[in-house]
């Protein structure tokens, strides 16, 4: 069994971000960027199935500019066997990089696909779904728990009502949630060995997917600024504050 | 133009944020159009129909659709879509399992989450767990939108009598089976719903503890919400988590005790009303949202939170 595991790179989950002031994004100049953080689960996951003998190999893909090569490396220092990078610049919807996706599945045919649930930065909550969608594959969103069967998975989904199980046959795709496990971090050999690993490098333009968005972003801004609190100085005053001031209780 | 809203449901009754919905539907045209597709749902089908709001409500009903599988449900939207400008769902597991997958059969690029309709192709919706708002224009012809519930008001739910159609049943898609839901029921109001929320950090150190927070959300008929650290810690279960991998909240009062305040959290909480924070670090990031703050030990401020809460003579509910 072969799992593609696709990953991106995002402004780090520890940086506090800041907007441009002529309100055209977010500043990503000199930050640190790093894997999405349920991309880091997604792979997580895929090299324990492999080291449990239920898949042969772990091929990393990422979608994006020059940089995001370093993604792809980071999976490999984790356990992937190889990787790929589409290249391609600017901001690139969940659509056109499902599509993208889609011809690498093509390529690769993968037995399962597995991403985070949702990336950081533009919290679509989309890819996952529009991938399996295209492909007409089973789909497993915000995946907790994953069990492989034979040709099939029980999943585990986290949803608001609380945790929901399906079962899935391959090939097909899960999104994966923070809970589902526990990343590792890679060792300094292993960084060594990864440097060895082949990435293939592709260009979406050579793929034939029109990467140009339909989504216009008109302007980016900081959401409105809470008024400055106060200090209470005993639980008395704070429950007759929230009774009689802010009325409350 | 009009505006197809899937309405989100358990076969019983309709699911309060779709009235929420229903609202965001309407600022885009008023010529909304619900979808409820289910299994033995037909008095959901009733309670769409009386949302004033909506003009006319689409009900398709089949066993394989009991479970509300992404897989069965996107081919007859998809279908139906043709004639509408824009299919909109509320931005919960349900609609983000499967707006995507409409979406992409309809070769639409998806706007998740808005918090604001400015025109019918103009929307807003936060973006870095809602550190930036994005002012965003769609050039697509069909629209496929998802709703944060918490950002609209809900929709009168009486006074409508809107007309209801069924449609055809699509086929069902084999590869995907539904085993079992493990709902967690309770008697508190919703986390995702309540007035007061009343939530736990990591420093309340064990799940024990959590017991003095459940003596104060009893006597405030509040819902108990906790942070990532909290859930992450086994100190209680996960679906009462809050932050931008939880729940949204934006209740009237929000007690976060023992919670340091990590921008994921605040992500999930700083909408709401009234925010008081609970922390024994005076520097801790929850205090810079906080309404009311109290620098105090949280296991000498809760017992006395619960003293002062029994003199009062009235507590709203």
Not at chain 2, 84 to 106: D, E, Q, W
């Amino acid at each position: 069994m072969k799992i593609l595991v696709a990953v991106k790179r995002v402004i780090d989950y520890n940086v506090q971000i800041r907007v441009k002031e002529d309100g055209s994004g977010i500043v990503t100049d000199n930050v640190k960027m790093s894997t999405n953080p349920p991309d880091d689960n997604a792979i997580e996951e895929a090299v324990k199935i492999k080291e449990a003998g239920k898949a042969t190999e772990v091929v990393a893909v990422t979608v994006g500019e020059e940089k995001a090569q370093e993604t792809v490396r980071k999976a490999l220092a984790v356990g992937a066997d190889r990787g790929i990078h589409v290249k391609a610049d600017g901001i690139i919807e969940p659509l056109a990089v499902s599509k993208i996706l889609q011809k690498i599945v093509d390529k690769e045919k993968p037995d399962l696909v597995f991403m985070g649930k949702q990336a950081i930065d533009d919290d679509c909550n989309q890819t996952g779904q529009m991938l399996s969608s295209l492909l007409d594959w089973p789909q497993a969103t915000f995946a907790s728990k994953i069990n492989v069967k034979d040709r099939k998975l029980e999943v585990v989904r986290e949803i608001d009502e609380g945790l929901e199980t399906i079962e899935i046959a391959t090939p097909a795709i899960v999104t994966c949630d923070l809970r589902l496990n526990e990343p590792r971090y890679a060792s300094l050999p292993n960084i060594m060995k990864a440097k060895k690993k082949p990435i293939e490098q592709l260009n979406a333009s050579d793929l034939g997917v029109d990467v140009v968005p339909k989504i216009q972003q008109i302007k980016v801004e900081e959401p409105p600024k809470r008024k400055a609190g106060i200090k209470v100085s005993s639980v008395a005053e704070l429950v007759q504050k929230l009774k009689n001031e802010a009325k409350v209780i | 133009m009009s505006v197809l809203l899937i309405a989100e449901h358990n076969n019983k009754e309709l699911k309060a944020f779709t009235l929420n919905a229903v609202t965001a539907a309407s600022q885009i045209d008023t010529d909304v159009h619900a979808l409820v597709i289910g299994n033995n749902c037909a008095d959901v089908a009733k309670a769409v129909s009386q949302l004033p709001p909506v003009k006319k409500v689409i009900s398709i009903e089949a066993a394989h659709y009991e479970n509300f599988i992404a897989e069965n449900f996107a081919p007859v939207v998809t279908k139906l879509a043709q004639n509408y400008s824009h299919i909109v769902c509320s931005a919960n597991t349900f609609g983000k399992n499967l707006m995507p997958r409409i979406a992409a059969k309809l070769d639409t690029s998806q706007i998740s989450d808005i918090i604001k309709v400015q025109s019918p192709d103009t929307f807003v919706r936060p973006i870095y767990a809602g550190n930036a708002f994005a002012t965003v224009k769609t050039s697509d012809s069909k629209k496929c939108v998802t709703i944060r519930p918490t950002s609209f008001d809900p929709c009168e739910s009486s006074g409508g009598s809107a007309p209801i159609e069924s449609a055809e049943v699509g086929e069902e898609f084999v590869l995907t089976k539904f085993i079992k839901r493990e709902e967690i029921k309770s008697d508190r109001p919703e986390l995702g719903t309540a007035r007061i929320v009343v939530s736990g950090g990591r420093g309340m150190q064990n799940g024990d503890n959590f017991k003095l927070i459940t003596a104060i959300a009893d006597k405030l008929n509040a819902a108990i919400g906790a942070s990532r650290a909290a859930v992450d810690a086994g100190y209680i279960s996960n679906d009462h988590q809050v932050g931008q991998t939880g729940k949204v909240v934006v209740p009237d009062l929000y007690i976060a005790v023992g919670i340091s305040g990590a921008i994921q959290h605040l992500a999930g909480m700083k909408e709401s009303k009234v925010i008081v924070a609970i922390n024994k670090d005076g520097e801790a990031p929850i205090f810079s949202v906080a309404d009311y703050g109290l620098e105090a030990d949280l296991f000498e401020a809760l017992p006395q939170f619960l003293e002062e809460l029994n003199k009062l003579n009235t507590i709203q509910k």
